[in-house]
C-alpha cells in the first residue's frame, strides 16, 4: 500500500474495518461505543467543554450513542452531520436524539 495514493489507502482502510466490524456481534459494537466514549470525554480537549461533531453510528459501526448522549447531558451543542444540496455535508445542531430521522441510505440524520 506504500505506492498507494492516500484515497486509496483510505479506502483499503474502510474495507478491512467494514469487514472486521461485519464479523463482530452487536454486542462488541456497543463495548467499543462505551470505550470510544470514555476514552474521548476524559481528553483535554473534551474537557475544554467546547461543541461537539459526531456521526450517528449504523449498526455495523462502533456505536456513538453513548459519546452523542454524555455530549447533550452536559448541556453541549451537539451536531451531527447532514447531506444538504447537492451531497454537502453540513452540521446540524440537535437537541436530542429522537429528532434524528432516516434520511439517504438509511443513515439518521
Not at 459494537?29 to 466514549?37: D, F, K, N
Not at 474537557?47 to 454524555?70: H, I, N, Y
Amino acid at each position: 500500500m506504500a505506492n498507494a495514493s492516500l484515497t486509496e489507502q483510505k479506502a483499503a482502510l474502510r474495507a478491512a474495518a467494514r469487514r472486521y466490524l461485519a464479523q463482530n456481534a452487536p454486542a462488541l459494537s456497543e463495548a467499543w461505543g462505551r470505550a470510544m466514549a470514555e476514552t474521548l470525554t476524559a481528553h483535554p480537549l473534551w474537557q475544554g467543554g467546547g461543541p461537539v461533531f459526531c456521526f450517528v453510528s449504523t449498526k455495523t459501526e462502533p456505536d456513538t450513542r453513548p459519546l452523542l448522549c454524555r455530549a447533550l447531558a452536559e448541556g453541549r451543542v451537539l451536531c451531527v452531520p447532514r447531506t444538504g444540496p447537492e451531497g454537502f455535508m453540513e452540521a446540524v445542531p440537535i437537541p436530542a436524539l429522537d429528532v434524528l430521522r432516516p434520511a439517504r441510505f438509511g443513515l439518521l440524520e
